[in-house]
C-alpha cells in the first residue's frame, strides 16, 4: 500500500490533479500528510472523505500533490540511507552514558560547604522542570515568589555569577526573570543574556520553517488539544493537554518525517517534556554554557538541568564541574535530584 500510494502520487507530476485517500494505518500517511488520512473501519470516516475529494478545487490539489511530489523527491533512497546511519551513530552514543548517582543529604551538605567556601562560583541552572514544574500551558509557568527570592538571593551573594539556561524564547524569559538582571540562554542558546545585553548567533538560517509548519499544522489539526509555538530559531508541538496514549502514538507517527525533512538542513529534533522541537543543529545549551565560562577562572562551577537539551551543557563543563540531573534518566551528569522541590530545597541551603 505504501508504493502504490507513493506511485499515484509521482503519477500525478503533470496533470497536478487528483486526490489520495489513505489509510492511517498505513505507514505512507506518516510522509504523505497532505492526502486524506482515514480510520479504515470507520464508514463515516471515509465517506466525509470522498466528499471532501470530490468537492476539493484544482488549485488545493495541486497544491497537496505538490508538497507530496516534493517530499518524496526528497526522500530517496541516499536520504533514508543517510537518516538511517545518523540515528545508529545517536543509539551508539546514547548507550554510552553513565547513569548518574542519587546526590545524598550528605553529599547536598558538602556541596553547600564547598559554595560558600569559593570565592567564585558560577551556576548554570534550567527553567521548566528544574527550578518550576511543568504545566499543561508552557505560559502558566510564571516565576511563584519562592523561585524569585531564591534566585534573587543567589543573585546577591558576592563572587557568584547566576545564568538562566533555557528552552524559552527570549521574550518570556525577558518578562518573567529580566527585573532579577541575571544572565539567561533562551531558545537553547540562539540568544545569551550577559551584563544586561541580549545577543544572537548570526548567520542561522530559518527558510526551513515553512516545510516544518506544514508537518506541524497538519499534526495539530489531527490532534486537537495540541498546538505549535513558534519562536526567533526553531519551532515547537506541544501535547501536554491531550491524552499520553494518544500524543506518544502522534509523537511515533511523524518523528520519522521529521527526521527525513531535517536531515539536509542541519536541523536537530529535540524530544523533552510532552514537547517536540526542531531548531538548528549547531546551536545548544552547552556552546551557550561556555560564554560564562571562559569568563574567568572559577573556583566552583555548577550547573542543574532536567532533559537531554541540558546533557549539552554537562558535557561543556570542567570535569571538576559539579552537574545534576533532575530525574533518573541516563545522564552525563555526576549526580541526580528527583523533583523540582527537591532542588529548590537544596538551592535555599546555598
Known sequence: MNLVAKEYVASKEKSKRGVLILSEMAGASNELMEALIVNPQDRQ???KALL???EMSEEEQRQRLERMQERIRKNDVRHWAATFIKEQKKLMESQKEKIAQRLSDEAKKKLAEDYRSARSRLLILDYDGTLMPFH?????VVPDKQLLAILTRLRSHEGTKLVVSSGRDRGTLQKWLGPLQLDMAAEHGVWVKR???WSNNTGLSVSWKESIRQVLENMVERTPGSFIEEKDFSIAWHYRAIDKD???KRVREFRDVLLYL???DDLQVLEGNKVVEIKNAGVNKGKAALNWVGEQEWEFIMAIGDDHTDEDTFKALPEDAHTIKVGLDKSAA???MLSVEE???FLETL
Do not use: F, M
Not at 136 to 140: E, L, R
Open 343 to 345: 532542588v529548590r530545597s
Open 195 to 197: 551584563n544586561g545585553e
Open 334 to 336: 555526576r549526580y541526580n
Open 52 to 54: 471532501q475529494a470530490l
Open 45 to 47: 470516516d471515509i465517506t
Open 246 to 248: 494518544l500524543g506518544e
Open 262 to 264: 531535517t536531515a539536509n
Open 136 to 140: 499543561k500551558d508552557p505560559q502558566a
